[in-house]
Nanobody
């Protein structure tokens, strides 16, 4: 059974950083894609980042150059390093196991397996 557990969220001020973790079980992260999406009140669900099984990475335009996705195969964990956070980054962040990564994040948003999420709140 695929399980994904996020952690690392919190309350920070604008300009600060957070690192989110996604602990995966039921599959090995170097054989499947893992992505992140976020949900904020009043906004559409948004694809944030994805790392393909071959290590290729994808970023949404709103987070490019600020967020970095990586993985630790030994820990079966995917990370999302978020720097220079902005109030508009406030959301619940979920990790997911999509079929593929794509620049449109279609597969991330359509993933059938995703975690409960971790809240990120950025104050101005």
């Amino acid at each position: 059974e695929v399980q994904l557990v996020e952690s690392g969220g919190g309350l920070v001020q604008a300009g600060e950083s957070l690192r989110l973790s996604c602990l995966a079980s039921g599959f090995t992260i170097d054989q499947y894609a893992v992505g992140w999406f976020r949900e904020a009140p009043g906004k559409q669900r948004e694809g944030v980042s994805c790392i393909a099984n071959n290590g290729t990475t994808y970023y949404g335009n709103s987070v490019k150059d600020r967020f970095t996705i990586s993985r630790d195969k030994a820990k079966n964990t995917v990370y999302l390093q978020m720097n220079n956070l902005k109030p508009e980054d406030t959301a619940i962040y979920h990790c997911a196991q999509p079929k593929f990564c794509a620049s449109s994040f279609y597969y991330v948003l359509a993933a059938r397996s995703w975690g409960q999420g971790t809240q990120v709140t950025v104050s101005s």
